[in-house]
């Protein structure tokens, strides 16, 4: 059960209550594809870096090792041993991101294994019965994420093919809950779609709202719009979406993007780039992005960030993160990852606190401008 504690404008803070724990939102899920977040983070470093809800992917799961698998060991919350929520993305994005593999028909998606080869089909009642057996908190709606840009003609027959899928999943997930599944409780997010065309992506709205969700998700941005256009397209249909319910922007993005993106009343994020940019050293901060790669900071004595209470930054410095890069040791991606998934979080306590005090706008244009401000 989502409840809408306050508002400040359009943004939202509220709480969502599941079978798996409870969810203070806004918030931002760390995203572990395979079940497990890339750079050697463990499920328990994920409770010392406050995260409140994983996000695996079905599509890979279904590949590597098989959701039967996952089933017959109790879930994927067992399997990782992990005891908060977990989303599980429907594989729709995965399989957009197979556009030389796949046909898209009214059944569903044939497509080519990304890994060998072999033909697969998925549809909106397998998508389910794999999350079904992944036992998620939150099951995604199947979806098609078209390619931006691409012909309205096109997107407005997408997008009504996304809404018959949505009403598909609801069915299918109906269904398996009578037939003691790993999650009897789980929930369902569908997905609005439609581009960058507002008559169509208000219209997806509308529709998708009459199949009643347990949340709404915006699929289909941060795929090569700009990011004018995406907080845009955030104005136009938010409103349109249940303010009682919760809403999910799928794929975004950086903490610029989510600030803006709780003003305009989302309440989940979820994004690659704090673990994919921690692989490859560069680490957030309250001022801006660093690369400690850089030659700079072979001296220096200094954690990534003063005051900052991650692992990491208690018990290492940028000159030692920097040798570790260098000479090619794992630690240093998984000590920077750490780092940047606890910036992330931490970032989302922060708008959570500023939301419960009523300065959410405040807090946002003090942190905007901290970050566009190095002091390195």
């Not at 919350?77 to 594989?91: H, Q």
């Not at 957009?96 to 890994?115: C, D, M, Q, T």
């Amino acid at each position: 059960m989502y409840t809408l504690l306050k508002t400040e404008g359009r943004a939202k803070r509220g709480r969502l209550e599941t079978v798996h724990g409870t969810i203070e939102t806004p918030v931002f899920m760390n995203v572990g594809t395979l079940g497990a977040i890339k750079g050697a983070v463990s499920s328990k470093d994920l409770e010392e870096i406050k995260c409140q809800i994983e996000l695996s992917n079905t599509y890979h799961l279904h590949l590597r090792p098989g959701d039967e698998i996952i089933k017959k060991m109790g879930g994927l919350r067992k399997f990782m041993n992990w005891d908060k929520p977990i989303l599980t993305d429907s594989g729709g994005f995965q399989i957009f991101s197979l556009a030389s593999l796949r046909n898209i028909k009214e059944e569903g998606v044939y497509f080519n294994s990304h890994i060998d080869g072999r033909k697969i089909f998925m549809g909106p009642e397998e998508s389910i019965q794999i999350q079904s057996n992944i036992g998620s908190t939150i099951a995604m709606a199947f979806d098609e994420c078209v390619a931006y840009p691409s012909p309205k003609e096109y997107v407005q027959a997408s997008a009504d093919r996304t809404t018959r899928w949505l009403i598909r999943c609801k069915a299918k997930l109906e269904e398996l809950k009578k037939e003691n599944p790993v999650n009897p409780d789980q929930l369902l997010f569908g997905i609005n779609q439609g581009e960058c065309y507002e008559d169509i992506r208000i219209a997806h709205a509308k529709e998708i709202t009459k199949v009643d969700c347990d949340g709404y998700a915006i699929g289909g941005l941060s795929v090569g719009e700009t990011t004018e256009e995406m907080y845009h397209i955030l104005d136009v249909v938010v409103p349109y979406l249940p303010q009682d319910k919760p809403v999910y922007l799928m794929g975004v993005g950086t903490p610029q993007n989510i600030l803006e993106g709780v003003s305009r009343g989302v309440d989940f994020f979820d994004c690659v780039f704090p673990a994919r940019n921690g692989r490859h050293g560069h680490v957030y901060t309250n001022h801006g992005k660093l690369n400690l790669r850089n030659k700079k900071f072979e001296l220096d004595e200094r954690p990534i960030e003063e005051g900052c209470g991650c692992p990491t930054c208690q018990r290492y410095s940028r000159a030692y993160l920097r040798h570790l890069f260098k000479a090619g040791e794992m630690l240093a991606m998984r000590l920077c990852v750490l780092h940047n998934l606890y910036f992330y979080n931490t970032m989302m306590e922060e708008i959570r606190n500023a939301l419960d005090e009523g300065r959410y706008e405040e807090y946002k244009k003090e942190k905007l401008q901290s970050m566009a401000t190095p002091i390195d």
